[in-house]
């Protein structure tokens, strides 16, 4: 059984460029969370997706978007990139919505905003 | 909203027991986790707790929680150099996957 999967590993961007990172979730998961780690930080909820619809966002500004395909695997945008944007950005997969269900990380992609 | 607070680092030696602490402000989590981070790598969950227990125990691990004093701990019994990593303990305070993170204590194991 494959794990959680992101890509790219490692991206460097400018300011107030556009960016996608990409989840692959594990199979049999419907449901995809991402969260924002800066560094010396704990994991910041940013929002989740259940069967390609979001269900529940944190505190973070409209640019930050995202989608989920039928395959169930996601994509997040951040539009205008802002240096404070600079972090690891993890994704989350699980079984099905709700704090009962495990939720497993992938590797992460750590964006760098010059 | 809810705030959620871990010392930032400890040390031991290999073979003691190590104790890590961590301290909420909302109640309301059906369950509270602690989660494993280790250079390069996600997160990896080491064990939960519901909020209905006072203590749980996995092998090496036990959590004790403490609802009235809003306080949560990780004992890591016979710690290895392995087990170096960083450790956050989280809620799920609206109980729909959505976790809040501490800051994360970083366990730094001596041989």
């Known amino acids: 059984e494959t794990g959680v999967t992101q890509s790219p590993t490692h991206l460097i961007k400018t300011r107030g460029q556009q960016v996608t990172l990409r989840c692959s979730s594990q199979s049999g998961h419907n449901t995809v969370s991402w969260y924002q780690q800066a560094l010396g930080q704990g994991p910041q909820f940013i929002f989740q997706y259940y069967r390609e619809e979001e269900n529940g966002r944190g505190n973070f500004p409209p640019r930050f978007s995202g989608l989920q395909f039928p395959n169930y695997s996601s994509e997040l945008n951040v539009n205008a990139l802002e240096l404070d944007d600079s972090a690891l950005y993890l994704c989350a997969s699980s079984t099905d919505s709700g704090s009962r269900y495990e939720q497993f990380f992938g590797p992460g992609t750590r964006l760098t905003v010059l | 909203g809810e705030d959620v607070e871990q010392s930032l680092f400890l040390s031991v030696r290999e073979g003691d027991s190590s104790v890590i602490n961590c301290t909420y402000t909302?109640?309301?989590?059906?369950?509270l986790y602690w989660y494993k981070q280790e250079p390069g790598a996600g997160l990896q969950l080491l064990t939960y707790?519901?909020?209905?227990?006072d203590m749980k125990q996995d092998q090496r691990l036990t959590v004790l929680l403490n609802k009235k004093d809003k306080h949560l701990s990780l004992r890591i019994a016979d710690t290895q150099t392995g087990d170096s990593a960083i450790y956050f303990c989280?809620?799920?305070?609206?109980?729909?996957?959505?976790?809040?993170f501490g800051q994360g204590t970083t366990l730094q194991v001596k041989p």
């Open positions: 707790i519901f909020s209905n227990m």
């Open positions: 909302d109640s309301s989590s059906t369950y």
């Open positions: 989280a809620l799920d305070s609206s109980n729909t996957g959505k976790l809040i």
